[in-house]
């Protein structure tokens, strides 16, 4: 079937409605002679005359009267669309996907996303609890959060967090009966509770640093996860020793329930940061998400960030 050129349509449809090719031409932003010649040619193809012209007035001819009663609402409805497209991307609205970890979610999202939600009742949220890499773009989120160089270089990073430190960490039941570890290499003769990478399967190879000495461990223990909370219940058990960022740990640490070791062998790195695929036009609401989220201080550069669980 031909293509029809709509713009001669919507040419009839003005010259139509406004009885004045003059009046239609300022309307439409034309020329006199190029609204005249495509309405012409509309009427060429079509083979059948749409206009009455004189020299003083245009008006519908019988099969100009169908056409426009026909199509001419069809236009209106377009616009009527465009303008409601037009009021989403200018109003804050709609629903925003993330893709992240249950601890950063609590401490972080939640917290600096509230007074947002709350001034934007159109607004909506929507979290995936995950600790695998997910492909945000195969899997049609708008954003992520990880931590450090786990970002990949084709991404825009936005820090929405205060610099980390890991930490390492047991109960005091689980030292009565074990020794203090002085250096990293001592933690080869405890029992450790590992962590699985849900994004390379292998186990997670505990880091250190002091003094721009780097130390990799790989522990060994009776316990594998692949999440952090119950990591932190099988250190309060007394089950093992546990790494992981201090904040897990924070408040069994304050109350007695955990004891810290190698302290000075965990020195702080760049926390998380929000990814997301380069866009042209955001839409207001991510706008706001990230604006909301984003750390206002000046951090640590991500270009010195490490891995981290």
Not at 78 to 105: F, M, Q, S, Y
Not at 282 to 299: C, E, K, M, Q, Y
């Amino acid at each position: 079937m031909a293509r029809r050129n709509l713009n001669d349509l919507l040419y009839f449809v003005t010259v139509g409605r406004e009885g004045s090719f003059t009046r239609a031409a300022s309307l439409l932003g034309v020329t006199q002679s190029a609204l005249s010649q495509a309405v012409s040619g509309l009427e060429a193809r079509l083979e059948i005359r749409l206009l009455t012209r004189t020299t003083r007035s245009v008006s519908l001819t019988a099969a100009g009267e169908r056409l426009l009663n026909a199509i001419g609402h069809r236009f209106d409805e377009i616009n009527a669309e465009l303008d409601e497209l037009t009021e989403i991307r200018d109003k804050p609205a709609g629903t925003v996907r993330i893709t992240c970890g249950e601890h950063v979610l609590r401490t972080t999202l939640l917290p600096k996303l509230t007074p947002l939600l709350r001034d934007y009742s159109d607004i909506k949220v929507e979290f995936d609890i995950n600790y695998g890499f997910r492909d945000i773009v195969a899997d049609r989120f708008d954003a992520g959060v990880r931590l450090g160089d786990t970002i990949d270089k084709d991404m825009i990073a936005v820090p929405i967090g205060p610099q980390l430190r890991m930490a390492v960490a047991a109960s005091p039941a689980y030292f009565r009966t074990h020794p203090i570890p002085k250096t990293p290499r001592d933690l080869l003769k405890h029992i450790c509770i590992n962590q699985r990478m849900q994004s390379a399967g292998g186990l997670y190879v505990w880091d250190f640093e002091r003094r721009g000495k780097q130390v990799n461990v790989r522990v060994d223990g009776q316990l594998i996860f692949n999440t952090s909370p119950s990591m932190v219940d099988s250190a309060l058990a007394g089950l093992g020793i546990a790494y992981l960022p201090e904040a897990e740990f924070a408040p069994h640490i304050e109350e007695g329930r955990l004891v810290r070791v190698l302290e000075d062998w965990c020195p702080p790195f760049p926390g998380y940061y929000l990814y997301y695929a380069s866009r042209r036009q955001p839409s207001p609401a991510f706008s706001l998400v990230v604006d909301a989220l984003r750390v206002r201080a000046s951090g640590s550069p991500r270009s010195g960030s490490r891995a981290r669980p």
